[in-house]
């Protein structure tokens, strides 16, 4: 009878377990990253008889958690991909409005700038027209003010989501590594697996993704070590956290918050390395949306300037005098890289439109065509001939449409004397139209001066660098900030065209000194208002440009509206991706009531059989005594 007692006994410890086990299921329902517990009910060790083997009952052999790692891990890469195409397309579409809307937007601004220029080719001795021409292009000049300030916000903005993002991210590494310590303790003690702390700990990772992506590594005493996405850069390792930390880059004035780890004391640069969660689509909204269309907005704004700058030096004003600059011709200066060790701070390296400047030539005059210091056009500083001041503009056209949309960083290498020049955002070595790595040599051949991407870097003047020092350049995003119409006295727009005048008889005009046509000509005017319909930037590779100006505006809109539409598209895909994984792990991680009230009801009739066990067992055990006693 003691053995049926036991029986009795070990059982009802069992079916009590197992409807412990089933009301903890069905209290954590609601609860985030839960698994479904199930108690491992096992037949207990038999014992030998002297009739031979018999079952010695049940017992719970453990309380087993209903987990798939490999669908944990695809539930955690889904997940950050959602936050990251989720934050991005936020960014993106507050920015969309503001660069790419058709509603008072630059395109609006430009086209009524070109109106302007075509009402007064019509109507070239009216002082209004004239008038109207010097306001719209003030109107334009306060819009993108306005715009850049909007801009430099939005940057601002971004800095700070991304600083939030990082202290998020410490934060939560704090966590994961609290909850490591407690499961490799309770794992060291053995016994019954942490379910619980089990549970707590991937939901904490899957919120981890949701800021940065990460890869994981279970280690054998249970403990999960966590590597930035690439595997390159250890976030937690052997239970011992890295730091992250936001900072501004290592370019002096460029404003602009990175991501940083903490190496043995060294600050290692890992932006390049997040490329999911919600930091991801930040730092890629940055680069190829904020960046990517302000360095496009910025070609097609100084391909305006150095356009009407240049056609209207080719005319005359109502006085007779040869056009002088429209609006503030492009000079920038370099940033420098605040780990440099040289005396040159970037001020000296100016970038700027100089087409015509030739250092193997000698200095000719001192107007822009000519002087590599780019001074203003002094009042009647003229070309020899017409021929030579048509040559110029054909010229100054054509280095227009090499204009790209990117930024420079340039690297001193003291053993060749020269700067090397990269693609800032790529890293890439820039090459020239040969294929060669394009330099800008100290000495001869360049002596400090080189247009590149039609744009001449000036090096001339540079304070001594050394070895390895670097400097950014950020041309076409300056202009935002920099678009000034320097041109205030309506008399001074150059509407009139060249004289036709044939002073020497010879049947061409090409070798008449420059002279200004008839009081009333409209030519240079019409040529300024034709740049509207004219194609000058984004040349080919047989320099045949591609873009009128307003076309270079609608390219950067279109691909602010690609970006958009493309992260909306990525968006619904990683969200359904992200929904049938969570689908497919509540199918099988997931508490079903109706299984579990199943088991209540089963384990509760198990439990109370039991019971009965151990009654019927007490009462043969009284009928013993009760004979005996007889």
Known sequence: MADMLTIGTNATNTFKRALDVTSHNVANIGTEGYNRQRAEILSDAPGNASVGFHGGGSRIGTVQRMYADFIQSQLVDANSQRSRYSEQLSVAKQLEGVVAGNDAGIQDFMQRLFDSFHNLANNPTSSTARQQVISESNNMESMLSNMSGVLSETQIQTNAQI???????????????????????????????????????????????????????????GRIEIYTADGRYPLLNDNVRTNLSASYSDYKNEQKMEVYIDLSGNQKMISDSVQGGQLGGLLDFRN??????????????????????????????????????????LTVNANERLTNTGVEDGTN???????????????????????????????????????????????????????????????????????????????????????????????????????????????????????????????????????????????????????????NNDGVLTDEVPAAAAYGDNVNMANIASLQSKKILYSDQNGNPSET????????????????????????????????????????????????????????????ASAQIIQTSQSLFQSLLGAVRL
């Open 163 to 221: 600083e939030n993002i990082v202290l998020q991210v410490n934060e939560q590494l704090t966590s994961i590594q609290a909850i490591n310590q407690e499961v490799a303790n309770s794992t060291n003690y053995g016994g019954q697996p942490p379910n619980d702390l089990l549970d707590q700990r991937d939901e904490a990772i899957k919120q981890f993704g949701a800021l940065m992506d990460i890869k994981t590594f279970k280690q054998p005493d």
């Open 288 to 329: 190829n949306m904020l960046d990517k269309s302000m360095n496009e907005l910025g070609v097609a704004l100084n391909g305006l300037v150095a356009s009407v700058n240049w056609q209207h030096y080719q005319g005359f004003d109502l006085n007779g005098d040869p056009g002088q600059d429209f609006y503030q011709p």
């Open 349 to 503: 390296i100016k970038v700027s439109f100089n087409p015509l400047y030739n250092p193997s030539t000698p200095v000719q005059g001192t107007n822009p065509p000519f002087d590599p210091a780019a001074v203003a056009p002094a009042a009647n500083a003229q070309p020899p001939t017409y021929g030579d001041k048509q040559t110029n503009f054909q010229t100054a056209m054509a280095e227009i449409g090499n204009f790209k949309a990117r930024e420079y960083e340039l690297t001193f290498i003291a053993v060749s004397n020269s700067y090397e020049v990269r693609d800032y955002k790529t890293g890439e070595v820039l090459n020239d139209a040969a294929g060669n790595p394009i330099s800008v040599s100290l000495g001869a051949p360049d002596n400090g001066v080189k247009n590149i991407d039609g744009l001449q870097f000036d090096f001339s003047v540079a304070l001594v660098p050394d070895d390895g020092d670097q400097f950014i350049v950020k041309p076409h995003q300056e202009i935002l900030n920099n678009f000034n119409t320097i041109l205030d006295a309506p008399e001074k727009l150059a509407s009139r065209g060249q004289s036709s005048q044939d002073t």
């Open 549 to 608: 100006i307003l076309g270079g505006y609608s390219k950067m809109a279109t691909n602010v509206g690609m970006y958009v539409s493309g992260t909306q598209i990525q968006l619904t895909a990683q969200e359904n991706v992200f929904n049938q994984v969570n689908d497919r792990r509540e199918a099988y991680s997931g508490v079903n009531l109706d299984e579990e009230a199943a088991n209540l009801l089963r384990f509760q009739q198990a439990y109370q």
